[in-house]
Structure formats: structure tokens, C-alpha cells
């Protein structure tokens, strides 16, 4: 098992917030298969550079750069709440922006109504 496959197995062993066998299966089964895909790359990678090694020839080439899955993984973490921003624990240092105001609002404060 991979790093990334193994932290996310204990992760969602530790969250007793997630419904494993129910509502929740469904998201956790994907960010085990976006986990494996992320463990794998590397020694895919390593096989197409080796038959290439092998065979000069060859029109094998490695896949492009993955961009994609790691911010991925994060953003189904962060979905999970696996991460401390998806379980809100991220407060320290941070404003919250200014609510915009719609135009009553703003008339309503212009006005001192309200």
C-alpha cells in the first residue's frame, strides 16, 4: 500500500463524522481510487522509462504531468471533511471577506432605516 492510499485509509478510519457503508461510500470510494492512481504514477513511470531504456526504439513515452489528481485528492478531502479548513478548523489568522451589500442594504444604512 502507498503512502497516500494508506494515509487516506487511516483518515477515514479517524472521521467518525463519515457514513462509510451509506451516503458517504460513494465520495470515499473516489478518494481511494484518485489515492491509488497518485501512489501508482510513480512506479508507471518508472516502467515506461525502463522498456524505453530497454528499447530506444520504442514509441512508448511517459504519461504528461499530472496536474490534476493531487488537487483533486485535496479538494475530496477538504469535501469529507478530512482536512482542518473541511472541518472548519482553520480560524486563527484569517478574516472572513466583507459581505457585499445589495442596494437595499445600502439604502436601508443610507437612510438609517432598518
Partial sequence: MGAV???????VA????????????G???ALLALAHKIDDLDTIIDHILEQIENDPESKVRPPA???????????????LGLTPGGRGEL???????????DELSAFQEEHGIG
Fill in 5 to 11: 492510499v494508506e494515509g487516506t485509509v487511516v483518515s
Fill in 14 to 25: 479517524a472521521a467518525s463524522h463519515l457514513d462509510r457503508e451509506g451516503k458517504d461510500a
Fill in 27 to 29: 465520495a470515499i470510494a
Fill in 65 to 79: 504531468s499530472d496536474n490534476v489528481s493531487l488537487p483533486t485528492y485535496l479538494k475530496y478531502c477538504e469535501s
Fill in 91 to 101: 480560524v486563527a489568522g484569517k478574516k472572513s471577506a466583507p459581505v457585499p451589500k
